[in-house]
C-alpha cells in the first residue's frame, strides 16, 4: 500500500486524485540520480502546461503553510522565465521556523551555494551552502541543488535526466547544473520570502539507503563516467552512450563560461578550482 494511501486513510483528503505514484522495491534503488530519471519521466507523462510550475525536492522534507505562494512569489522577483530557486534547505527545527498550525517563522540566514570541492572519481561537487544575512531578492549563484529546485517546468523538458546514471551521487548536481545553464537556465537561492521548505537532516540507523544496495565496480565507473561525458570530463573506461541526442538541444551559452563562472575552470588542474560565493 502507497505511503499516501495510508495517510489519506486517516482522514480527509480532497486532493488524492491529483496525486500520481510510482511504486519501486527499495532493494532496486541505485541512488538519486536515477530516482530523478523515473521522476522526470513520470511528470513529463502527465505534464499539461509546460509554463506551470515544477518543484524538486527531497522526500525528508517538511513544508509550511502556503509555502506554494511564497515561493511563487520569490521566484517572480528574478525577473528571469528561465530562474530557477535552489539550494540546500535549512535543517527542520519545529519550536524555530515551523509554528504549531504550519506558519514559516523563516530564518534570517538564507543558505547560498558557491563552492565546490574534488568528489568521487574527481567528479566536481557542490560543499555545504554558506549563508546571506537577509536578503530581501533571490540571490544569483552558480550551482544547482537537488535538495530544492523550484521553476518553470519547460526546464524538465528540454533538459532531460538519463537512465545511465546507476549509483552516481558525486557529479550529479554538478552536471545538472551544467547542463540547465548551457541551455540558458540561472540558479537563485531563495530570499527569507523564499524560505518555504525545510529538510529533516535527523538519521535513523534503522533505515536501510539505496548505497547499502549491492554494486560493482563496473555499475560505479559506468556511472561516473557518463556524467564525466555529458560534461566533457576527461575519463577512461566504461561508459553508456544510449540516449546522448537528449543533451543535443540548442545551446545559449558554452561549456567553458559554466566552468569559469562556478570555479572551476579546468577539470584536471583541481588545485585552481576557486571559491565564487557572493557575486
Request: proline share 5%.
Given at each position: 500500500e502507497?505511503?499516501?494511501?495510508v495517510?489519506c486513510n486517516?482522514?480527509?483528503c480532497?486532493?488524492?486524485?491529483q496525486?500520481?505514484?510510482?511504486?519501486?522495491?527499495?532493494?532496486?534503488?541505485k541512488?538519486?540520480?536515477?530516482?530523478?530519471?523515473?521522476?522526470?519521466n513520470?511528470?513529463?507523462?502527465?505534464?499539461?502546461?509546460?509554463?506551470?510550475f515544477?518543484l524538486?525536492?527531497?522526500?525528508h522534507?517538511?513544508?509550511?503553510?502556503?509555502?506554494?505562494?511564497?515561493?511563487?512569489?520569490?521566484?517572480?522577483?528574478?525577473?528571469?522565465?528561465?530562474?530557477?530557486?535552489?539550494?540546500?534547505?535549512?535543517?527542520y527545527?519545529?519550536?524555530?521556523?515551523?509554528?504549531?498550525n504550519?506558519?514559516n517563522?523563516?530564518y534570517?540566514?538564507?543558505?547560498?551555494?558557491?563552492?565546490?570541492?574534488?568528489g568521487?572519481?574527481?567528479?566536481?561537487?557542490n560543499?555545504?551552502?554558506?549563508?546571506?544575512?537577509?536578503?530581501?531578492?533571490?540571490l544569483?549563484?552558480s550551482?544547482?541543488?537537488a535538495g530544492?529546485?523550484?521553476?518553470?517546468?519547460?526546464?524538465?523538458?528540454?533538459?532531460?535526466?538519463?537512465?545511465?546514471?546507476?549509483?552516481v551521487?558525486d557529479?550529479e548536481?554538478?552536471?545538472?547544473a551544467?547542463?540547465?545553464w548551457?541551455?540558458?537556465?540561472?540558479f537563485?537561492?531563495?530570499?527569507?520570502?523564499?524560505q518555504?521548505?525545510?529538510?529533516?537532516y535527523?538519521?535513523?540507523?534503522?533505515i536501510?539507503?539505496w548505497?547499502?544496495?549491492?554494486?560493482?565496480e563496473?555499475?560505479?565507473?559506468i556511472?561516473?563516467?557518463?556524467?564525466?561525458?555529458m560534461?566533457?570530463?576527461?575519463?577512461s573506461?566504461r561508459?553508456?552512450?544510449?540516449?546522448l541526442?537528449?543533451?543535443?538541444?540548442?545551446?545559449?551559452?558554452?561549456?567553458?563560461?559554466?566552468?569559469?563562472?562556478?570555479?572551476?575552470?579546468?577539470?584536471?588542474?583541481?588545485s585552481?578550482w576557486?571559491?565564487?560565493?557572493?557575486?
Amino acid at each position: 500500500e502507497a505511503c499516501v494511501d495510508v495517510y489519506c486513510n486517516q482522514g480527509d483528503c480532497p486532493r488524492r486524485n491529483q496525486i500520481i505514484v510510482e511504486q519501486r522495491n527499495a532493494t532496486e534503488s541505485k541512488g538519486p540520480a536515477l530516482a530523478r530519471h523515473y521522476v522526470q519521466n513520470l511528470l513529463l507523462q502527465h505534464l499539461d502546461d509546460a509554463s506551470s510550475f515544477c518543484l524538486g525536492i527531497d522526500g525528508h522534507s517538511i513544508f509550511t503553510k502556503d509555502w506554494d505562494h511564497y515561493a511563487i512569489k520569490d521566484w517572480h522577483r528574478t525577473e528571469n522565465e528561465m530562474g530557477i530557486l535552489t539550494t540546500y534547505v535549512h535543517d527542520y527545527n519545529l519550536h524555530a521556523n515551523i509554528q504549531a498550525n504550519g506558519t514559516n517563522t523563516p530564518y534570517p540566514e538564507v543558505p547560498y551555494l558557491c563552492d565546490v570541492t574534488v568528489g568521487t572519481r574527481d567528479l566536481p561537487r557542490n560543499e555545504g551552502a554558506t549563508t546571506v544575512h537577509q536578503p530581501t531578492r533571490p540571490l544569483l549563484q552558480s550551482k544547482w541543488g537537488a535538495g530544492f529546485s523550484f521553476g518553470k517546468c519547460h526546464a524538465e523538458q528540454r533538459v532531460r535526466i538519463p537512465a545511465q546514471l546507476d549509483w552516481v551521487f558525486d557529479g550529479e548536481e554538478h552536471s545538472r547544473a551544467a547542463l540547465l545553464w548551457m541551455a540558458g537556465y540561472d540558479f537563485y537561492a531563495p530570499s527569507v520570502t523564499g524560505q518555504v521548505v525545510y529538510h529533516n537532516y535527523t538519521e535513523n540507523p534503522t533505515i536501510t539507503e539505496w548505497n547499502d544496495n549491492p554494486q560493482t565496480e563496473e555499475d560505479l565507473e559506468i556511472g561516473a563516467n557518463r556524467v564525466k561525458l555529458m560534461t566533457d570530463q576527461p575519463f577512461s573506461g566504461r561508459v553508456s552512450t544510449r540516449n546522448l541526442d537528449w543533451h543535443g538541444y540548442p545551446r545559449v551559452r558554452d561549456l567553458q563560461q559554466y566552468l569559469d563562472f562556478t570555479g572551476i575552470h579546468n577539470y584536471e588542474n583541481t588545485s585552481q578550482w576557486t571559491h565564487v560565493c557572493h557575486r
